[in-house]
């Protein structure tokens, strides 16, 4: 704020006089409440000016604040104890590693979360959520770790390759050298560091690599997804829990990861198939955090430019384009399934037709565009042009679907009208009608639909459902009806 001084010289007589009489408050409060009324008696139109540009640079000034803040995200497992906490300090790896080091060598009467001193405890969620931010912001979330005191193991986020994880001795050594010598920059310290763990790496369940994600095969394509085959060629015994790394018998793994064509992204589980010596095939269960689905995604799209010459984005659209394509060799199905689009964004509205594999069901819209605005960096894309193997169509065909989902029919899996503009996003809910949220709501439910534990895609439709139940915007009593219909 552009302050400045008004001061008042007094005679100290007069000013403990006026002291003594003042019923309430001191003689500087006297004058502030007098400056005040003065300031209220400006003509209005210049008040109102220059508060509202007073609370925009407060307003700025605090974004600043924010903006200006670092954090650093902790994981700690310990006498088996869990607890998520985070710094409000930008402590990077060589910062986590000094201060282990230091913990290590005390006598243990705190906890290494109390060793840490003042923090803010977080959840599980809010701590997946600052690994994904260190990946995207590094300078923002300075450094994302995970460390278990019963395992012994240290696991630090990199902005480029994920997870990567060592024994705390090796990491209390290395911190150890970093600092031995006087006189070297922070470069210089960061270099031995890393120098001496360069040959350290474990594996760590929890915690898969860039160093441990290689596919080999084909990319084929499952009910709308792509299906990458992951070579295991590192310790899945360490990662996975299992115990097919030994001469004791002959089981095997096929590990799989597969990426949502329509969605736009990672699926949020690892398919791990265990087939036994004797025949027996058993499912293990191994859900991705940030750090692995933003690695993944990154390993998938270069074995996909390999394999194809194309990113995911365009290989996943030729394949959902294929799928309109009639199919001569087999009868023509009863039920096409079709989705209506009709987005506005930046004035312009477009009305858009999906059908066969391309069509998307209400939760598959919210995960794909919450992609979209998470990874939005060219501003000239809109959304309408992401959604894969459109057509356009008339207000009137997106009408008469609409009315077709009002009347149950089996065809139009969705009939969506998302207003960017106004964020807002509606959808059909058959009979009931028009039924429109937020966008923040809506996206909100999207990723709560994915967090870990339900695999199933019903599932994730019914939690999505259930988080948008007391979400609905307020409309007139006589039905939802979707915002004024604007020209293509």
Same mark, same amino acid.
């Given at each position: ?20 009489? &003042? ?18 008696? &400006? ?42 906490f985070q710094l409000e300090r930008p402590w990077d790896v060589l910062n986590a590693a000094s201060i282990l080091r230091e913990y290590l060598r005390k006598d243990k009467q705190d ?144 590990v799989y990861a597969d990426y949502d064509m329509a969605a736009g992204q990672v699926c949020d589980e690892l398919e791990v198939d265990l087939h036994r010596a004797d025949g027996r ?208």
């Amino acid at each position: 704020m552009d302050s400045r001084e008004v001061s008042v010289w007094l005679d100290r007589r007069w000013y403990a006089a006026l002291f003594r009489h &003042l019923d309430s408050g001191t003689v500087e409060d006297q004058l502030d409440r007098y400056l005040k009324e003065l300031i209220s008696q &400006l003509p209005k139109e210049e008040y109102d000016q220059i508060s509202r540009e007073i609370q925009e640079e407060d307003l700025r000034q605090q974004q600043e604040i924010e903006a200006a803040k670092k954090f650093s995200a902790f994981h700690v497992r310990e006498h088996g104890q869990e607890e998520y906490f985070q710094l409000e300090r930008p402590w990077d790896v060589l910062n986590a590693a000094s201060i282990l080091r230091e913990y290590l060598r005390k006598d243990k009467q705190d906890s290494f979360s109390d060793f840490c001193g003042i923090r803010q405890r977080i959840t599980a969620w809010d701590f997946d959520q600052l690994v994904g931010a260190h990946m995207e912001n590094p300078k923002k979330v300075t450094g994302a770790f995970a460390l278990d005191f019963d395992k012994k193991e240290f696991s630090t986020v990199d902005a480029a390759d994920g997870w990567r994880s060592y024994f705390m001795q090796d990491v209390s050594v290395a911190a150890y050298r970093a600092f031995r010598t006087e006189g070297l920059s922070a470069r210089q310290r960061m270099a031995r560091f890393t120098e001496r763990l360069a040959d350290c790496e474990i594996e760590s369940a929890g915690h898969l690599s860039a160093r441990q994600i290689s596919f080999a095969e084909e990319i084929s394509e499952i009910d709308g997804r792509l299906n990458f085959y992951m070579e295991t060629n590192f310790d899945v015994d360490a990662v996975f829990g299992t115990h097919v790394c030994t001469d004791e018998n002959d089981d095997c793994l096929n590990v799989y990861a597969d990426y949502d064509m329509a969605a736009g992204q990672v699926c949020d589980e690892l398919e791990v198939d265990l087939h036994r010596a004797d025949g027996r095939e058993e499912s293990v269960p191994y859900t991705f955090n940030a750090a692995e689905k933003a690695v993944l995604l990154r390993k998938m799209e270069a074995y996909c430019l390999e394999q194809t010459g194309m990113t995911l984005k365009d290989y996943s659209a030729q394949l959902m384009a294929e799928d309109l394509e009639p199919d001569q060799q087999q009868e023509p199905k009863e039920v096409r399934h079709v989705s209506v689009f009709r987005v506005t964004q930046d004035g312009r509205t477009d009305h858009l037709l999906t059908e066969g594999g391309g069509a998307m069901d209400t939760l598959h819209t919210a995960l794909r565009l919450r992609a979209y605005l998470a990874d939005k960096t060219d501003s000239s894309e809109r959304f309408a042009q992401t959604i894969p193997a459109a057509d356009v169509i008339t207000p009137e065909v997106f009408r008469e679907y609409a009315d077709e989902v009002q009347q149950d029919a089996e065809r139009v899996t969705a009939a969506l009208d998302i207003d960017l503009d106004r964020g807002t996003f509606s959808n059909v809910a058959g009979a009931d009608g028009w039924q429109t949220y937020t966008v923040s709501d809506v996206l909100a439910a999207a990723w709560n639909a994915t967090i870990p534990h339900w695999s199933d895609w019903e599932a994730r439709r019914c939690v999505f459902a259930e988080q948008l139940e007391d979400k609905l915007v307020g409309q007139e009593p006589t039905g939802i009806t979707p915002p004024t219909e604007p020209t293509m």
